[in-house]
């Protein structure tokens, strides 16, 4: 079992940034990959960005390519998504999942955190 605890998350006027952090814990000798996933008030949970367990490889959903950065430190078994020129459109809770693979299918990661507010004032 692997428990993944977000945080980071808050209230932040359009165009700023901010940077959400997700730690694990328990089972964390195994090599996931990790992602991050969104869902707004009315809305399907969607993809938003994730990385490999090496780091070395990323990928991001369209609609935040250019302003959002995900990286990774194995040593504290966090992931980091760092998030700039944030518009009203990314209010939603942001969630952190582990999984085998990386990739934007919601449903191939295996472990998922509780998730944190992040709300865009225009």
């Known amino acids: 079992q692997v428990q993944l605890v977000e945080s980071g998350g808050g209230l932040v006027q359009a165009g700023g940034s901010l940077r959400l952090s997700c730690t694990a814990s328990?089972?964390?000798?195994?090599?996931?990959?990790m992602g991050w996933f969104r869902q707004a008030p009315g809305k399907e949970r969607e993809f938003v960005a994730a990385?490999?367990?090496?780091?070395?490889?990323?990928v991001y959903a369209d609609s935040v390519k250019g302003r959002f950065t995900i990286s990774r430190d194995n040593a504290k078994n966090t992931v980091y998504l760092q998030m700039n020129s944030l518009k009203p459109e990314d209010t939603a809770v942001y969630y952190c999942?582990?999984?085998?693979?990386?990739?934007?299918?919601?449903?191939?990661?295996?472990?998922w955190g509780q998730g944190t507010q992040v709300t865009v004032s225009s």
């Open positions: 990385i490999r367990w090496s780091g070395g490889s990323t």
């Open positions: 328990g089972r964390t000798s195994s090599r996931y990959a």
């Open positions: 999942a582990a999984g085998l693979y990386m990739t934007s299918h919601d449903f191939s990661y295996d472990y």
